[in-house]
């Protein structure tokens, strides 16, 4: 008789982003050459819950590497120690963790690959603690905020949308004499609005880990204004927020890992700027564009490295690890670690100090 296959699964959790589907690709395609069996898990942890998973080939996942979003599809709404479901009209939450385990087992799914944020890397981090449930996990996100990695994928994509976003604004602001702010993603973390902001050149850029003063943006305004410079260009964080007060949130989501969703203190600001200074001031919120279409060259080198150690470490037999950035060699680091807590922007990165000696504003 045939030996059973070594069986392996795999899903992408949380907000999508560019190289989910490089980091898919390179699983699948290293379980597969190394004569594995590999179950593609449709739409995040739901699918693992309701048990819609498909055996995933090499057709699958053939000249997908490119592609932005998903083949597998994604939800930051259903964690399966919480996992909502309609009862008479009302939604009611249930643990279903052992529904999970159980769904694993009876495809044979040795180690399950969670492709995620730390939204998702969270529940696989409780799911190996209290189902032993072996997970593996791989760092996504635009927003770069999670620790235990130099780099998530998905950042570099993200900054580059964002600085061409800059790029764009600056000859519309020089046209008009403008004040320009572009609001980008990040959530509580500045590293997308300080890598764009130093790549685009931008005059002003408002981190959430510094609270800005409204008098050091005007006052920079202002001496640009000396200088000849009748335009600005403000790069802010969605997370950024004034000095005693409160961050921006523009809606709740209920059932999501993460309920908050900010955005909409661009729009506050330049509102503020206008009726201080009567300079014509706009926002443009980049949005889910940051998000969208196809990984940078960076992103998918990257995807591909993380595909490739996360498969190769189930191969192993490891588990409750996830594969990490450290100086450019790609490691396994602790998954409970990694999940536990997320990274903002030291106040002593290397790009704030360097933004500081080129005159950059950080509105403190
Ligand atoms: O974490 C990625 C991210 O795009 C954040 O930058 C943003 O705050 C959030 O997700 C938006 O979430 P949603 O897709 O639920 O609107």
């Known amino acids: 008789m045939a030996e059973k296959k070594r069986t392996f699964a795999v899903l992408t959790g949380g907000g999508d982003c560019p190289g989910l589907n490089a980091v898919i690709s390179a699983v699948v395609k290293t379980f597969l050459n190394n004569g594995c069996e590999v179950y593609g898990i449709q739409n995040g942890f739901h699918g693992l819950v309701m048990d819609t998973m498909k055996k995933l080939e090499y057709a699958d996942v053939s000249g997908i590497l490119y592609r932005g979003g998903t083949v597998l599809g994604t ?146 305004i202002k001496q640009r204004r000396e200088q000849g410079k009748e335009f600005s260009i403000i790069v802010v964080a969605e997370g950024a927020k004034p000095e005693g007060g409160e961050m921006t949130v523009a809606r709740m989501v209920k059932g999501s890992f993460e309920p908050i969703r900010l955005g909409g203190v661009g729009e506050k600001l330049v509102r503020e700027i206008e009726e201080l200074t009567g300079i014509e001031s706009r926002c443009t919120v980049l949005g889910y564009l940051q998000r969208g279409g196809s990984p940078t060259a960076f992103d998918r080198i990257l995807c591909t490295r993380y595909g490739v150690a996360a498969a190769e470490a189930c191969l192993r037999g490891e588990h409750n690890v996830m594969a990490s950035l450290s100086n450019d060699n790609i490691v396994m680091v602790d998954l409970q670690r990694a999940a536990a807590a997320s990274r903002q922007v030291p106040l002593d990165n290397d790009l704030i100090k360097a933004g500081r000696q080129i005159g950059v504003c950080f509105g403190d």
């Open 75 to 220: 939800t930051n709404r259903d964690n399966p120690f919480k996992f909502a479901e309609e009862v008479n009209g009302e939604l009611v939450y249930s643990d279903k963790s052992e529904v999970v385990k159980a769904n694993l087992e009876k495809h044979g799914i040795e180690t399950l690959v969670v492709i995620g944020g730390d939204g998702s890397l969270n529940i696989g981090a409780e799911l190996s603690r209290k189902t032993g449930v072996k997970v593996v996990g791989c760092p996504k996100t635009i927003d770069n905020d999670l620790s235990c990695t130099e780099r998530t994928f998905g950042f570099d994509t993200a900054v580059a949308m964002a600085t061409e976003a800059v790029d764009r604004l600056h000859s519309t602001a020089e046209s008009h004499h403008r004040v320009m702010a572009l609001e980008v993603m990040g959530r509580y973390a500045g590293w997308i609005a300080l890598h764009s902001g130093i790549a685009g050149g931008a005059d002003i850029i408002l981190l959430p880990e510094i609270p800005y003063k409204m008098e050091s943006i005007l006052a920079e």
